[in-house]
């Protein structure tokens, strides 16, 4: 079954603006990770965020993490064309690092 | 280059047929994994393996089966292929302990006619 949700489903900003995407998941969980997909590609690990952490940065991107809602988001700030891709989040339970993915955000950034 | 390799990229068979899909990574990892996306791109895992030891078995026909030679290896089987096995299917990898990513395959589309 499918553990995260993810919202809106679709995003589309100029070059510049921030783009903000929402997760949010129903068991606990391990950790967090949000994956980039471009179209026709493989997945690319972006983020992890462990499941005792609140915020986590890499470069552009800004991970939030409530574990009492059950919820992440994923900030990317100053948007450029090549973010144009598909973001999964993806949540790890178990003892064995199983990974459920939601159903991904489209986003497209136009110049 | 360190990577996830699967061949091939393209497999395009007939409904009946079997065919075998392969996987090597050589970052060291221990656990491997197959993961199935549809046309709606949603993921849903298969399979996994750490050190050549089947650990998570989804709800997948028994039609599918996954044999791991060697820790770098995961391939996959899928014998009397239906329309409904047409998707991508993605290999990937990672350390034994949780808290690191994932590395994943490019992928291979899978057209069943």
């Known amino acids: 079954s499918q553990q995260g949700e993810e919202d809106p489903q679709a995003l589309s900003i100029q070059e510049g603006e921030n783009a903000t995407m929402n997760c949010s998941y129903k068991?606990?969980?391990?950790?967090l990770q949000w994956y980039r997909q471009n179209s026709g590609r493989g997945l690319v690990h972006l983020i992890l965020?462990?499941?005792?952490?609140r915020e986590k940065h890499s470069g552009r991107l800004r991970v939030t993490l409530d574990t009492s809602k059950k919820s992440s988001s994923l900030l990317i700030t100053a948007s450029r064309a090549a973010d144009t891709a598909s973001y999964f989040c993806a949540t790890e339970e178990g003892s064995w690092g199983k990974l459920q993915f939601g159903a991904g955000t489209q986003v497209v950034v136009t110049p | 280059d360190t990577a996830v390799s699967q061949t091939p990229k393209y497999l395009v068979t007939q409904m009946g047929n079997d065919k075998s899909i392969k996987c090597e990574q050589n970052l060291g990892h221990d656990t491997m994994y197959w993961y199935k996306q549809d046309s709606k791109k949603f993921l849903k895992i298969m399979f996994s393996?750490?050190?050549?030891?089947?650990?998570i078995n989804e709800t997948v026909p028994n039609r599918f089966s996954p044999k791991s030679p060697d820790k770098a290896h995961l391939n996959l089987h899928i014998n009397s292929l239906e329309l409904g096995d047409s998707a991508v299917y993605f290999c990937?990898?990672?350390?034994?302990?949780?808290?690191?990513?994932?590395?994943f395959g490019s992928g291979t589309r899978l057209t069943v006619v």
């Open positions: 990937a990898s990672s350390r034994q302990q949780g808290n690191y990513g994932y590395t």
């Open positions: 965020i462990r499941s005792n952490e």
């Open positions: 068991t606990s969980i391990n950790n």
């Open positions: 393996y750490n050190n050549k030891e089947l650990i």
